[in-house]
């Protein structure tokens, strides 16, 4: 995969979007419905009132629970995020090079890939509006033996590491987040190796359809063949035939490399149990309510 120039900058001001901010950190469970829509739409459960969106709102999961949390610590932030556009194929980190820049997703959707020495790849970490694409930096490592790419394109906050590391010194809430984001991402890791040695494909497919859903605005998405190959690890012939029988079900719509979700809840009912688990795992560490068990240090 070849380098390509890393996103088109744009103003880094945070602002409420066209799809309100409902603190939900997967995109789904977010209001998505236009202006026109917006007199008409139910409220979803647990919503902040329309009056409670102010234009300091972040898209991002994780700079939201900071500026809810430490506004000290978000306005001193802030000043070195950079909002930038992100094109699929960008490469966010090499395997073996120094990291420079997190990325704190918006829109775009990025995917942890493991590269094997005969060149096929596999996806181990996935990062969206949850969360934030770059984490190993966060430990100080100068160099990581995996690669992060954008998977499906869109916005992000874009951070210097050595920000990141001020920002997120000893003793502070950022510094609590993040390291509970990491043990999600080791949670998620592990359970990742589980499912792919002891899940059909089929259940896989949809737990990884169910996942980027989450991560996007809206029911369609781009996800074609090649990356739904590096995603569950197995060769296009096997794609076809997990996505045709999840298409025949009604639970998708797949077509040149477009799917649209059709029937959450039956994409749900076919998924193994690892989608729950990791679902669970996330609430239970970085919801609004949670709080770090976790000694910053």
């Known amino acids: 995969m070849g380098r390509k120039e890393m996103g088109t900058r744009r103003p880094a001001t945070p602002v409420a979007d066209d799809l309100e901010y409902r603190f939900a950190p997967f995109a789904h469970e977010a209001m998505r419905v236009s202006q026109v829509d917006a007199d008409v739409a139910p409220p979803l459960a647990g919503a902040i009132a329309p009056t409670e969106v102010t234009q300091t709102v972040e898209s991002n999961h994780l700079l939201e629970l900071l500026r809810r949390q430490a506004p000290a610590e978000y306005a001193l932030l802030t000043p070195h995020l950079e ?11 090499h395997s073996g090079e120094a990291i420079a820049f997190v990325y704190f997703p918006e829109r775009c959707v990025a995917s942890v890939v493991k590269i094997l020495s005969d060149g096929r790849r596999i996806e181990v970490g996935t990062a969206g509006r949850e969360g934030m694409a770059g984490f190993p930096a966060f430990l100080d490592g100068s160099a990581t033996l995996l690669e992060c790419f954008v998977r499906i394109p869109g916005e992000a906050k874009r951070l210097p590491v050595h920000a990141l590391h001020a920002a997120a010194a000893p003793g502070s809430i950022f510094r609590g987040i993040l390291q509970r984001y990491g043990v999600y991402l080791f949670d998620q890791a592990a359970q990742t190796a589980a499912c792919n040695r002891l899940h059909t494909l089929d259940e896989r497919c949809a737990r990884w359809l169910l996942m ?20 569950l690890g197995v060769r296009r012939a096997g794609v076809s035939q997990a996505a045709d029988g999840l298409q025949r079900q009604g639970f998708i719509r797949y077509r040149r490399g477009k799917v649209v979700v059709v029937n959450r809840s039956g994409l749900e009912g076919a998924a193994c149990e690892c989608y729950a688990t990791d679902r669970a795992d996330f609430e239970r560490l970085l919801s609004q309510s949670a709080r770090s068990s976790i000694v910053s240090g």
């Open 212 to 231: 980027t859903h989450d991560r996007v605005r809206g029911d369609q998405f781009e996800l074609t063949h090649e990356f739904l190959s590096i995603l």
């Open 83 to 93: 909002l930038v556009t992100l094109e699929r194929q960008d490469v966010i980190f």
